[in-house]
Protein backbone atom coordinates (compact mmCIF):
# COMPACT_ATOMS: atom_id res chain seq x y z
CA UNK A 1 0.00 0.00 0.00
CA UNK A 2 3.05 2.11 -0.96
CA UNK A 3 1.77 5.93 -1.52
CA UNK A 4 3.28 7.88 -4.14
CA UNK A 5 6.22 10.26 -4.08
CA UNK A 6 8.06 9.33 -0.90
CA UNK A 7 11.19 10.31 -2.71
CA UNK A 8 10.33 13.68 -2.47
CA UNK A 9 8.66 13.90 0.83
CA UNK A 10 9.64 16.89 1.62
CA UNK A 11 9.11 18.10 -1.54
CA UNK A 12 5.98 16.81 -2.65
CA UNK A 13 3.89 19.92 -1.63
CA UNK A 14 1.22 20.83 -4.38
CA UNK A 15 2.92 24.06 -5.08
CA UNK A 16 -0.74 25.96 -5.89
CA UNK A 17 -0.79 25.52 -2.19
CA UNK A 18 -2.63 27.97 0.01
CA UNK A 19 -0.15 30.46 2.39
CA UNK A 20 -0.96 28.10 5.03
CA UNK A 21 -0.10 24.91 2.89
CA UNK A 22 3.13 26.57 1.68
CA UNK A 23 3.87 27.36 5.16
CA UNK A 24 3.70 23.95 6.18
CA UNK A 25 5.49 22.91 3.60
CA UNK A 26 8.14 25.41 4.40
CA UNK A 27 8.44 24.39 8.10
CA UNK A 28 9.09 20.73 6.93
CA UNK A 29 12.15 22.00 4.90
CA UNK A 30 13.37 24.23 8.06
CA UNK A 31 15.93 21.72 9.21
CA UNK A 32 17.37 21.19 5.56
CA UNK A 33 17.58 24.37 4.60
CA UNK A 34 19.38 25.41 7.95
CA UNK A 35 21.91 22.62 7.19
CA UNK A 36 22.33 24.19 3.63
CA UNK A 37 22.89 27.34 5.17
CA UNK A 38 25.56 26.10 7.08
CA UNK A 39 27.54 24.30 4.72
CA UNK A 40 27.24 27.72 2.83
CA UNK A 41 28.04 30.08 5.47
CA UNK A 42 29.75 28.67 8.45
CA UNK A 43 28.66 30.12 10.76
CA UNK A 44 25.44 29.56 12.51
CA UNK A 45 23.79 32.99 12.93
CA UNK A 46 24.75 33.98 9.62
CA UNK A 47 23.26 30.50 8.32
CA UNK A 48 19.57 31.26 10.11
CA UNK A 49 19.47 34.94 9.18
CA UNK A 50 20.10 33.35 5.43
CA UNK A 51 17.16 31.16 6.20
CA UNK A 52 14.88 33.49 7.38
CA UNK A 53 15.35 35.80 4.51
CA UNK A 54 14.60 33.07 1.87
CA UNK A 55 11.34 32.24 3.81
CA UNK A 56 10.26 35.85 3.72
CA UNK A 57 11.07 36.32 -0.18
CA UNK A 58 9.83 32.73 -0.88
CA UNK A 59 6.33 34.23 1.23
CA UNK A 60 6.12 37.37 -0.89
CA UNK A 61 7.09 35.46 -4.07
CA UNK A 62 5.42 32.28 -3.61
CA UNK A 63 3.41 33.39 -6.88
CA UNK A 64 6.34 32.44 -8.91
CA UNK A 65 6.41 29.10 -7.13
CA UNK A 66 6.23 27.12 -10.58
CA UNK A 67 4.07 23.95 -10.57
CA UNK A 68 6.23 21.76 -11.90
CA UNK A 69 8.76 22.50 -9.73
CA UNK A 70 9.44 20.85 -6.00
CA UNK A 71 9.31 23.51 -3.24
CA UNK A 72 12.61 22.12 -2.23
CA UNK A 73 14.45 22.95 -5.18
CA UNK A 74 12.44 26.24 -5.41
CA UNK A 75 13.82 27.12 -1.86
CA UNK A 76 17.31 26.12 -2.08
CA UNK A 77 17.84 28.14 -5.20
CA UNK A 78 16.65 31.43 -3.05
CA UNK A 79 18.60 30.46 -0.13
CA UNK A 80 21.57 30.45 -2.31
CA UNK A 81 20.72 33.52 -4.04
CA UNK A 82 19.94 35.45 -0.90
CA UNK A 83 23.12 34.29 0.28
CA UNK A 84 25.02 35.55 -3.03
CA UNK A 85 23.61 38.98 -2.65
CA UNK A 86 24.80 38.95 1.20
CA UNK A 87 28.41 37.72 -0.31
CA UNK A 88 28.14 40.51 -2.67
CA UNK A 89 27.41 43.25 -0.24
CA UNK A 90 30.03 41.86 2.93
CA UNK A 91 32.44 41.59 -0.07
CA UNK A 92 32.15 45.66 -0.59
CA UNK A 93 32.29 45.89 3.03
CA UNK A 94 34.77 43.89 4.01
CA UNK A 95 36.85 45.74 1.56
CA UNK A 96 35.78 48.92 2.88
CA UNK A 97 36.31 48.59 6.97
CA UNK A 98 38.27 45.51 8.44
CA UNK A 99 41.58 44.07 8.87
CA UNK A 100 40.39 43.45 11.63
CA UNK A 101 38.10 40.29 10.71
CA UNK A 102 41.13 37.61 9.90
CA UNK A 103 42.18 34.89 12.30
CA UNK A 104 39.95 35.83 15.13
CA UNK A 105 37.73 32.69 14.87
CA UNK A 106 39.92 29.89 13.76
CA UNK A 107 38.61 27.11 15.63
CA UNK A 108 39.85 26.38 18.92
CA UNK A 109 37.41 23.34 19.55
CA UNK A 110 38.57 20.50 21.05
CA UNK A 111 35.76 17.64 21.30
CA UNK A 112 35.04 15.50 18.32
CA UNK A 113 32.15 15.66 16.50
CA UNK A 114 32.41 19.94 17.12
CA UNK A 115 35.91 19.93 16.00
CA UNK A 116 35.39 17.86 12.64
CA UNK A 117 32.18 20.40 11.95
CA UNK A 118 34.54 23.22 12.21
CA UNK A 119 37.26 21.43 10.79
CA UNK A 120 34.63 20.96 7.61
CA UNK A 121 33.09 24.11 8.00
CA UNK A 122 36.62 25.67 6.85
CA UNK A 123 36.93 23.70 4.21
CA UNK A 124 33.64 24.74 2.50
CA UNK A 125 34.62 27.76 3.79
CA UNK A 126 38.03 27.76 1.39
CA UNK A 127 36.29 26.73 -1.66
CA UNK A 128 35.19 29.61 -4.25
CA UNK A 129 31.55 30.27 -4.19
CA UNK A 130 29.83 28.26 -6.98
CA UNK A 131 32.25 24.93 -6.02
CA UNK A 132 31.06 25.05 -2.39
CA UNK A 133 27.01 25.03 -3.19
CA UNK A 134 27.58 22.15 -5.62
CA UNK A 135 28.95 20.38 -2.74
CA UNK A 136 26.63 21.17 -0.41
CA UNK A 137 23.48 20.54 -3.33
CA UNK A 138 25.10 17.56 -4.02
CA UNK A 139 26.84 15.77 -1.24
CA UNK A 140 25.04 17.35 1.72
CA UNK A 141 21.88 17.39 0.52
CA UNK A 142 21.79 14.50 -1.71
CA UNK A 143 20.07 16.09 -4.52
CA UNK A 144 21.06 14.65 -8.36
CA UNK A 145 23.04 16.98 -10.63
CA UNK A 146 19.82 17.52 -12.52
CA UNK A 147 18.16 19.04 -9.17
CA UNK A 148 21.40 20.79 -8.39
CA UNK A 149 22.01 22.45 -12.15
CA UNK A 150 18.65 24.01 -11.82
CA UNK A 151 19.19 25.10 -8.83
CA UNK A 152 22.30 26.97 -9.61
CA UNK A 153 21.05 27.72 -12.93
CA UNK A 154 23.62 26.18 -14.96
CA UNK A 155 24.20 23.06 -17.44
CA UNK A 156 24.70 19.99 -15.91
CA UNK A 157 28.49 19.79 -17.32
CA UNK A 158 29.30 23.09 -15.90
CA UNK A 159 27.77 21.36 -12.23
CA UNK A 160 29.80 18.33 -12.43
CA UNK A 161 33.13 20.36 -13.04
CA UNK A 162 32.38 22.48 -10.45
CA UNK A 163 31.88 19.50 -8.29
CA UNK A 164 34.66 17.50 -9.19
CA UNK A 165 36.76 20.46 -8.62
CA UNK A 166 35.60 21.21 -5.36
CA UNK A 167 35.74 17.65 -4.09
CA UNK A 168 39.25 17.20 -5.14
CA UNK A 169 40.01 20.64 -3.11
CA UNK A 170 38.05 19.45 -0.13
CA UNK A 171 40.30 16.39 -0.14
CA UNK A 172 43.02 17.82 -0.13
CA UNK A 173 42.45 19.91 2.94
CA UNK A 174 40.27 17.53 4.88
CA UNK A 175 43.37 15.09 4.33
CA UNK A 176 42.99 11.29 3.54
CA UNK A 177 41.62 10.36 6.63
CA UNK A 178 38.49 10.99 5.78
CA UNK A 179 37.96 7.41 4.94
CA UNK A 180 40.39 5.51 8.06
CA UNK A 181 38.81 7.61 10.87
CA UNK A 182 37.12 5.22 13.49
CA UNK B 1 39.47 0.01 -18.96
CA UNK B 2 39.83 3.78 -18.03
CA UNK B 3 37.46 5.54 -16.30
CA UNK B 4 37.89 9.43 -16.08
CA UNK B 5 37.47 11.29 -12.48
CA UNK B 6 34.23 12.50 -13.63
CA UNK B 7 32.99 9.50 -14.35
CA UNK B 8 34.39 7.52 -10.87
CA UNK B 9 32.55 10.63 -9.21
CA UNK B 10 29.43 10.71 -11.59
CA UNK B 11 29.45 6.40 -10.22
CA UNK B 12 29.87 7.43 -6.68
CA UNK B 13 26.96 9.45 -7.04
CA UNK B 14 24.68 6.98 -8.52
CA UNK B 15 24.48 8.97 -11.47
CA UNK B 16 25.72 7.15 -14.34
CA UNK B 17 23.48 5.03 -16.89
CA UNK B 18 22.85 1.45 -16.20
CA UNK B 19 25.66 0.38 -18.93
CA UNK B 20 28.45 2.50 -17.88
CA UNK B 21 27.87 1.52 -14.18
CA UNK B 22 28.44 -2.24 -14.79
CA UNK B 23 30.99 -1.91 -16.94
CA UNK B 24 32.50 0.06 -13.89
CA UNK B 25 31.64 -2.38 -11.38
CA UNK B 26 33.14 -5.10 -13.37
CA UNK B 27 36.18 -3.38 -13.84
CA UNK B 28 36.19 -2.13 -10.10
CA UNK B 29 36.02 -6.13 -9.08
CA UNK B 30 39.70 -6.74 -10.95
CA UNK B 31 41.39 -3.09 -9.86
CA UNK B 32 41.90 -2.47 -6.53
CA UNK B 33 42.99 0.74 -6.93
CA UNK B 34 39.33 2.03 -8.88
CA UNK B 35 37.44 1.04 -5.82
CA UNK B 36 39.89 2.76 -3.67
CA UNK B 37 39.03 6.12 -6.04
CA UNK B 38 35.51 5.18 -5.75
CA UNK B 39 35.62 5.06 -1.78
CA UNK B 40 37.36 7.82 -1.47
CA UNK B 41 34.53 9.88 -2.89
CA UNK B 42 32.17 8.08 -0.73
CA UNK B 43 33.81 8.75 2.52
CA UNK B 44 34.05 12.73 1.80
CA UNK B 45 30.19 12.56 1.22
CA UNK B 46 30.63 10.33 4.55
CA UNK B 47 32.50 13.08 6.43
CA UNK B 48 30.60 15.97 4.78
CA UNK B 49 27.04 14.59 5.90
CA UNK B 50 28.68 13.50 9.81
CA UNK B 51 30.00 16.72 9.85
CA UNK B 52 26.43 18.87 8.95
CA UNK B 53 23.66 16.37 9.49
CA UNK B 54 23.55 17.07 13.32
CA UNK B 55 21.93 20.33 12.27
CA UNK B 56 18.59 18.48 11.23
CA UNK B 57 18.20 17.82 14.93
CA UNK B 58 18.60 20.88 16.44
CA UNK B 59 15.72 22.47 17.23
CA UNK B 60 14.52 25.06 15.34
CA UNK B 61 14.64 28.95 16.49
CA UNK B 62 11.44 30.60 17.41
CA UNK B 63 12.06 33.11 14.49
CA UNK B 64 12.51 30.79 11.84
CA UNK B 65 8.84 29.81 12.74
CA UNK B 66 7.61 32.93 13.43
CA UNK B 67 9.04 34.11 10.06
CA UNK B 68 7.66 31.16 8.15
CA UNK B 69 3.80 31.98 9.66
CA UNK B 70 4.71 35.64 7.92
CA UNK B 71 4.55 36.68 12.03
CA UNK B 72 7.81 39.76 12.37
CA UNK B 73 10.82 37.95 13.78
CA UNK B 74 11.66 39.54 17.17
CA UNK B 75 15.25 40.81 17.12
CA UNK B 76 17.47 38.53 18.89
CA UNK B 77 20.90 38.67 20.79
CA UNK B 78 24.51 38.97 19.60
CA UNK B 79 23.27 41.15 16.67
CA UNK B 80 26.89 41.40 15.22
CA UNK B 81 26.69 40.35 11.96
CA UNK B 82 25.05 43.22 9.77
CA UNK B 83 23.17 40.87 7.69
CA UNK B 84 20.57 43.89 5.78
CA UNK B 85 17.66 43.03 7.57
CA UNK B 86 18.50 42.71 11.16
CA UNK B 87 16.88 45.37 13.23
CA UNK B 88 18.65 48.81 14.66
CA UNK B 89 18.48 48.88 18.25
CA UNK B 90 15.88 51.71 18.85
CA UNK B 91 17.06 54.81 20.64
CA UNK B 92 14.55 56.66 22.27
CA UNK B 93 14.50 60.40 21.27
CA UNK B 94 15.67 62.86 24.36
CA UNK B 95 19.15 60.05 23.74
CA UNK B 96 19.09 60.81 20.64
CA UNK B 97 19.16 64.71 21.41
CA UNK B 98 21.40 64.79 23.86
CA UNK B 99 23.91 62.64 22.27
CA UNK B 100 24.16 63.79 18.93
CA UNK B 101 24.17 67.41 20.42
CA UNK B 102 27.13 66.83 22.66
CA UNK B 103 29.09 65.31 20.35
CA UNK B 104 28.56 67.62 17.13
CA UNK B 105 27.00 70.43 18.41
CA UNK B 106 23.02 71.95 18.87
CA UNK B 107 23.64 73.97 16.22
CA UNK B 108 24.16 71.53 13.14
CA UNK B 109 22.00 68.87 14.46
CA UNK B 110 18.79 71.04 15.83
CA UNK B 111 17.33 71.26 12.35
CA UNK B 112 18.04 67.38 11.84
CA UNK B 113 16.26 66.70 15.54
CA UNK B 114 13.02 67.90 14.14
CA UNK B 115 12.95 64.66 11.96
CA UNK B 116 11.50 61.55 13.45
CA UNK B 117 14.36 58.43 12.50
CA UNK B 118 12.54 55.95 10.40
CA UNK B 119 14.60 52.75 12.12
CA UNK B 120 16.69 54.38 14.32
CA UNK B 121 19.34 56.70 12.46
CA UNK B 122 18.84 59.92 11.79
CA UNK B 123 19.03 60.20 7.60
CA UNK B 124 18.75 63.15 5.85
CA UNK B 125 19.07 62.15 2.82
CA UNK B 126 16.60 64.41 1.52
CA UNK B 127 17.18 66.95 3.83
CA UNK B 128 21.00 68.50 3.22
CA UNK B 129 21.84 68.80 6.63
CA UNK B 130 25.16 70.56 6.78
CA UNK B 131 28.19 68.74 8.89
CA UNK B 132 30.10 71.03 10.34
CA UNK B 133 32.19 71.58 13.84
CA UNK B 134 34.11 69.12 14.95
CA UNK B 135 32.68 66.68 12.49
CA UNK B 136 33.08 68.98 9.45
CA UNK B 137 37.03 69.67 10.02
CA UNK B 138 38.03 65.83 10.77
CA UNK B 139 35.87 65.08 7.39
CA UNK B 140 37.82 67.80 5.74
CA UNK B 141 41.02 67.32 6.99
CA UNK B 142 41.50 63.58 8.52
CA UNK B 143 43.22 60.77 6.54
CA UNK B 144 42.11 57.27 7.43
CA UNK B 145 46.14 56.72 7.01
CA UNK B 146 47.26 59.03 9.53
CA UNK B 147 44.62 59.90 12.30
CA UNK B 148 45.07 60.74 15.88
CA UNK B 149 44.27 57.54 17.74
CA UNK B 150 42.44 59.84 20.69
CA UNK B 151 40.67 62.35 17.80
CA UNK B 152 37.12 62.94 18.75
CA UNK B 153 35.59 61.63 15.05
CA UNK B 154 37.40 58.42 13.13
CA UNK B 155 37.15 58.81 9.58
CA UNK B 156 36.45 55.13 8.52
CA UNK B 157 36.67 54.75 4.40
CA UNK B 158 36.13 57.32 1.50
CA UNK B 159 34.54 56.82 -1.69
CA UNK B 160 33.33 57.85 -4.54
CA UNK B 161 29.36 57.72 -4.91
CA UNK B 162 27.90 57.48 -8.09
CA UNK B 163 26.77 60.77 -8.52
CA UNK B 164 30.74 61.65 -8.31
CA UNK B 165 30.75 62.88 -4.97
CA UNK B 166 32.94 61.91 -2.61
CA UNK B 167 31.46 60.25 1.05
CA UNK B 168 33.65 59.32 3.82
CA UNK B 169 32.19 57.16 6.82
CA UNK B 170 32.79 58.14 10.25
CA UNK B 171 32.41 57.11 14.17
CA UNK B 172 31.79 59.81 16.77
CA UNK B 173 33.72 58.73 19.87
CA UNK B 174 31.82 59.35 23.44
CA UNK B 175 29.79 58.43 25.81
CA UNK B 176 27.71 56.70 23.80
CA UNK B 177 29.16 56.07 19.69
CA UNK B 178 27.39 57.29 17.04
CA UNK B 179 28.42 56.18 13.00
CA UNK B 180 27.48 58.01 9.95
CA UNK B 181 28.25 58.61 6.58
CA UNK B 182 28.46 62.32 4.56
CA UNK B 183 29.15 63.26 1.63
CA UNK B 184 30.77 66.70 0.25
CA UNK B 185 28.76 68.56 -1.65
CA UNK B 186 30.02 71.52 -3.43
CA UNK B 187 30.19 74.38 -0.13
CA UNK B 188 29.73 71.89 2.84
CA UNK B 189 29.89 68.34 3.86
CA UNK B 190 25.95 66.62 4.04
CA UNK B 191 25.07 64.23 6.58
CA UNK B 192 23.86 61.09 4.59
CA UNK B 193 23.00 58.94 8.15
CA UNK B 194 23.47 59.10 11.48
CA UNK B 195 22.95 56.20 13.71
CA UNK B 196 24.01 54.68 17.20
CA UNK B 197 27.26 52.23 16.63
CA UNK B 198 26.70 49.45 18.34
CA UNK B 199 30.45 48.58 18.33
CA UNK B 200 31.84 49.06 22.09
CA UNK B 201 33.03 53.07 22.35
CA UNK B 202 34.86 51.35 25.08
CA UNK B 203 37.40 49.41 22.37
CA UNK B 204 40.84 50.66 22.34
CA UNK B 205 42.02 53.84 20.65
CA UNK B 206 42.73 53.07 17.00
CA UNK B 207 40.42 50.78 16.58
CA UNK B 208 38.96 50.72 13.14
CA UNK B 209 35.18 49.84 13.27
CA UNK B 210 34.92 46.72 11.51
CA UNK B 211 32.32 46.78 8.25
CA UNK B 212 29.92 43.82 10.07
CA UNK B 213 30.28 46.46 13.53
CA UNK B 214 28.93 49.32 11.39
CA UNK B 215 25.41 50.33 12.01
CA UNK B 216 23.50 48.68 9.58
CA UNK B 217 21.82 51.73 8.10
CA UNK B 218 25.25 53.21 7.42
CA UNK B 219 25.91 50.07 6.52
CA UNK B 220 23.02 49.71 3.95
CA UNK B 221 23.37 53.32 2.79
CA UNK B 222 26.86 52.90 1.97
CA UNK B 223 25.68 49.82 -0.29
CA UNK B 224 23.29 52.35 -2.41
CA UNK B 225 25.81 54.99 -2.72
CA UNK B 226 29.16 53.73 -3.27
CA UNK B 227 30.36 53.14 -6.89
CA UNK B 228 33.38 51.05 -7.61
CA UNK B 229 36.28 50.66 -4.93
CA UNK B 230 36.45 52.23 -1.83
CA UNK B 231 39.80 54.83 -2.39
CA UNK B 232 43.00 53.69 -1.21
CA UNK B 233 45.91 56.16 1.39
CA UNK B 234 46.87 57.58 -1.75
CA UNK B 235 43.60 58.23 -3.58
CA UNK B 236 42.57 59.28 -0.42
CA UNK B 237 45.09 62.14 0.27
CA UNK B 238 44.81 63.60 -3.54
CA UNK B 239 41.03 63.90 -2.65
CA UNK B 240 41.28 66.00 0.49
CA UNK B 241 43.97 68.49 -1.98
CA UNK B 242 41.50 68.21 -4.43
CA UNK B 243 38.81 69.74 -1.65
CA UNK B 244 36.80 66.72 -2.41
CA UNK B 245 35.50 68.69 -4.97
CA UNK B 246 34.55 65.52 -7.83
CA UNK B 247 36.52 65.47 -10.95
CA UNK B 248 34.52 67.08 -13.20
CA UNK B 249 34.59 64.48 -16.09
CA UNK B 250 34.67 66.59 -19.59
CA UNK B 251 34.59 69.66 -18.09
CA UNK B 252 33.87 72.07 -21.14
CA UNK B 253 36.72 74.49 -21.18
CA UNK B 254 36.11 78.01 -21.63
CA UNK B 255 34.65 79.39 -24.52
CA UNK B 256 34.55 75.77 -26.08
CA UNK B 257 30.66 76.05 -27.33
CA UNK B 258 28.11 73.70 -24.77
CA UNK B 259 28.18 70.42 -24.79
CA UNK B 260 24.41 69.55 -26.25
CA UNK B 261 22.16 68.12 -23.31
CA UNK B 262 22.46 68.29 -19.63
CA UNK B 263 25.60 69.46 -18.10
CA UNK B 264 25.11 67.00 -14.82
CA UNK B 265 24.21 64.18 -17.34
CA UNK B 266 27.15 61.51 -17.36
CA UNK B 267 27.60 59.78 -20.41
CA UNK B 268 27.80 56.36 -19.79
Known amino acids: MEENGSHERNAGIDVRASPQELGEGLVTLLPRLRRFARALTRDA ?6 VQIAVERALTRAGQLRPDAPLSSWMFGIVRNAWLDELRARGRRARLFAPAESGEQVGDAS ?32 LSYKEAAYIMEVPIGTLTSRLARGREALQEMLGETSGALP | MNFSDETVMAYADGELDAATRAALEAAMALDAQLAQRVARHRALRGRLRAALDPVLDEPLPERLLASVRGAPAPPHAADVIALKRKAVPRWSWPQWGAIAASLVGGALLGPLLLRAPADGALVSRDGQVPASGAL ?24 RAGNGDYCRTFVLRGTSALAGLACRGQEAWRLEVLAQNPAQPAAAAGYRPAGSALPTSVARTLDELIAGEPLDAGAEAAARERGWQPITRGKTPPGAPAPPGPPRDPDH
Do not use: N
Open chain 1, 45 to 50: HDADDL
Open chain 1, 111 to 142: QGAHADLLAVQDALARLPEEQRAAVALVLIEG
Open chain 2, 136 to 159: ARALTGQLASSQPPGAPVQIGVSF
